[in-house]
T-cell receptor, first 115, second 112 residues
Framework: NAGVTQTPKFRVLKTGQSMTLLCAQDMNHEYMYWYRQDPGMGLRLIHYSVGEGTTAKGEVPDGYNVSRLKKQNFLLGLESAAPSQTSVYFC??????????????FGDGTRLSIL | SQQGEEDPQALSIQEGENATMNCSYKTSINNLQWYRQNSGRGLVHLILIRSNEREKHSGRLRVTLDTSKKSSSLLITASRAADTASYFCATDPIQGAQKLVFGQGTRLTINP
């Protein structure tokens, strides 16, 4: 049981380049999330999805786009990378049970450097 | 803006001692969760305490929640070197649509 898998694990980009980060979960979870983690800032929510075909903005969505065409996959795109987007990106998923929050399951992150 | 604030930011203790970390938050919540993050890894869920609960145990972990003070604490008893990690509290705001809001974390170091 792999849980949440993120691809790639590391990437270096030049300013202005684009890329897509892939997150895959095999737990049949309805909810999926993308966070970024910066030193001293904790985790900040970029975008999230409450089900296949749905996406919504989080706390820091600017410069990012997402798609959830399949329930098990959640893609995070950077159309024109900027140095300020240098960070560690985490994907997470959780079950939907009524209206209360459930534990989130995290991948091991993608370390992204923008030069 | 982040809701949770953790105290202390860093804690260093000897193996076998107890470690206590605190979390304060600002708005009403459905529940509060604690996570551990080992260096270079993702977060791992430790324990969830609902707003109508005051204390919860899981192995060597004890979590308390005081909704009147909007605060929580995580106690790790009889610490081990393997407990060295960062610990984060995360709140599930009542109007947050299951969007957790994470604190900045406490960096715990257990010295052998």
């Amino acid at each position: 049981n792999a849980g949440v898998t993120q691809t790639p694990k590391f990437r270096v980009l030049k300013t202005g380049q684009s890329m897509t980060l892939l997150c895959a979960q095999d737990m049949n979870h309805e909810y999926m999330y993308w966070y970024r983690q910066d030193p001293g800032m904790g985790l900040r929510l970029i975008h999230y999805s409450v089900g296949e075909g749905t996406t919504a903005k989080g706390e820091v969505p600017d410069g990012y786009n997402v798609s959830r065409l399949k329930k098990q996959n959640f893609l995070l795109g950077l159309e024109s990378a900027a140095p300020s987007q240098t960070s560690v990106y985490f994907c997470a998923s959780s079950r939907h049970v009524g209206g209360a929050g459930q534990p989130q399951h995290f991948g091991d992150g993608t370390r992204l450097s923008i030069l | 803006s982040q809701q949770g604030e953790e105290d202390p930011q860093a804690l260093s203790i000897q193996e076998g001692e107890n470690a206590t970390m605190n979390c304060s938050y600002k708005t009403s919540i459905n529940n509060l969760q604690w996570y551990r993050q080992n260096s270079g890894r993702g977060l791992v869920h430790l324990i969830l305490i609902r707003s109508n609960e005051r204390e919860k145990h899981s192995g060597r972990l004890r979590v308390t929640l005081d909704t009147s003070k909007k605060s929580s604490s995580l106690l790790i008893t009889a610490s081990r070197a393997a407990d060295t990690a960062s610990y984060f509290c995360a709140t599930d705001p009542i109007q947050g649509a299951q969007k957790l809001v994470f604190g900045q974390g406490t960096r715990l170091t257990i010295n052998p």
